[in-house]
């Protein structure tokens, strides 16, 4: 089945750190650049983080620079967003998306909330 899942997601206070993770499986996934994205309520589905399919190159939203890392692990078909320093506006669902040639395949996101 094609798919990605998202997981890590939870509640944490300001300043603190989490780590997201997407699994992939029913594609090549190294064949693929993959992002994350976030989505508060009530606001449209904002890009955050890119990686190559290499994992070379890693571009970041300036909302997060300095404070989130894209990575990924090809052998394991996933793909990390390590966050850090994280204040209250960065509470929405985040997803993980495969930029695959037949458009972008998406997983169902997992909530982070960050409150004191």
């Known amino acids: 089945q094609v798919q990605l899942v998202e997981s890590g997601g939870g509640l944490v206070q300001p300043g603190g750190s989490l780590r997201l993770s997407c699994e992939a499986s029913?594609?090549?996934?190294?064949?693929?650049?993959m992002e994350w994205y976030r989505q508060a309520l009530g606001k449209e589905r904002e890009l955050i983080a890119h990686i190559t399919s290499d994992g070379d190159t890693t571009n970041y939203a300036d909302s997060v620079k300095g404070r989130f890392a894209i990575s990924r692990d090809n052998d394991r078909g996933t793909v990390y967003l390590q966050m850090n320093s994280l204040k209250p506006e960065d509470t929405a669902v985040y997803f993980c998306?495969?930029?695959?040639?037949?458009?972008?395949?998406w997983g169902r996101g997992t909530q982070v909330t960050v409150s004191s």
């Open positions: 029913g594609f090549t996934f190294s064949w693929f650049p």
């Open positions: 998306g495969a930029l695959r040639s037949s458009g972008i395949l």
